[in-house]
């Protein structure tokens, strides 16, 4: 494949190249490649459309198996690829829970050509004190899920020693902490020698944390997602279908965010895409909201904003993840890396809508919101997946683990 005038920004200057694709790989970046060279035949004539490494999401629950009415494999990959993200690490608060190997090596089997991007899976961490199967599964899974906090699911663990036990046998551990429980995880973490990834950060208290930890120079890494930057308690009185955990917190805590990101202390964007159908949403207090498609839309319109620069988003939603997570070859436009690759239009002017949503929950909380670029094509491992609104029907993501 050969894709011409591409835009890529490097050191936040766009500039025009062509990125020939071969064996998946990305094997030249240049001002302008032959069409001798495209082996395949395949060209993509971009027209000076922006060019950006796949975004990696490393915080979803597609809600499969188990939950399969709100969300699939499937139809949560799609929605990915409609976003712009080209790989996805799901949760382990399935139905059953994956906390044992038998159980993520079922989920695995399951999940077999069945997502159209690229893929990675948690394991969890059970209050019963499941350490030894945690240790059976570090190569084979992207982290260790704790909930230290209630969420959605019957998966707390609040015991210390079990907490330390399972933080001893991960290679990374990545928690739901809220509150004092952020710096008690940061504590195990150094005790422990553990590294930690905190999903969700949503109050100035919690970046003061993890501020802290940096400084301390620990293994430590942060986390936000798109609802805790954009939304806050006052939209939450407007549409009572912004009940998620964290909850919703305060524009302050909003702007503690983005002053977090702009210093660095902010290490990814994760969308804990938790979707819940309408109905049930109107019917009971449930926690989470849908929010893969629209992410990559609100950080660009973020850009537009000044909010934070491209480099930086680039680092938040694709060189870092790959990084903390060791998915090699993935995050990077560079010669040698898989050809994750999105394509987007950055001169429109549109609110985010309510129509064509893949996602199986059918609705957004994002309704409304400016969008700063348009996903055009969505590409991984060179391979076309979503196209001007129309998806590839071959299913062709590969778990990154």
Known sequence: MLIKNALIFINNKAVPKDILIENEKITKIQDEISAEFNKDNLIIYANGKYALPGIIDPH???RDPGLTYKEDFITGSMACAKGGITTFLDMPNTIPNVTTKEELLKKKEN???RSFVDYGFYFGGSKLDNSNEVKKTIHISVATKIFM???TGNMLVEDDKVLQNIFENSKLVAVHAEGKMVKKAIEISEKTNTSLYLCHLSTEEEIEYLRDAKAKKLKVYGEVTPHHLFLNKDNLKDNPLLVMKPQLKTKADNNALWKAINEGIIDTIGTDHAPHTLEEKKKNLIYGIPGVENSLELMLQA??????D?????RLMSENPSKIFNLKGKGS???GYDADIVLVNLNVNE????????SKCNWTPYKGFNKGGNIITTIVRGNVVFNNGKFNEFKIGKEVI
């Open 149 to 151: 906090n209630v969420s």
């Open 60 to 62: 979803t629950h597609m």
């Open 333 to 335: 436009l560079k010669i």
């Open 303 to 308: 850009v537009k904003e000044k909010k934070l």
């Open 111 to 113: 999940s077999k050509n």
């Open 310 to 314: 491209i480099e930086t988003l680039k």
């Open 351 to 358: 609110k985010i809508d309510s129509t064509n949503i893949i």
